[in-house]
């Protein structure tokens, strides 16, 4: 399977760009990379949880979701 990417429109915060800006051109990024990575980032932060969740509901529930397979 071929990765691609779709565009998203993102409005920011006049502050919010500036920022986004200064750290950009501060980095030797561009804003657009640096906007990647931090919803890259925060996506692997926020998902560990929520598929720890998950791992530990199929553990306790493991027979139940057997039988439902069946």
Do not use: K
Request: hydrophobic share 40%; charged share 35%.
């Amino acid at each position: 399977m071929r990765d691609t990417t779709v565009d998203l429109a993102l409005p920011l915060a006049p502050a919010t760009r500036r920022a986004l800006d200064d750290l950009a051109d501060a980095s030797g990024r561009g804003a657009e990379e640096l906007a990647r990575e931090a919803v890259r980032r925060y996506l692997e932060q926020e998902g560990a949880p929520v598929r720890a969740q998950a791992e530990r509901l199929a553990r306790r529930h493991a027979d139940l979701l057997r039988r439902l397979g069946e």
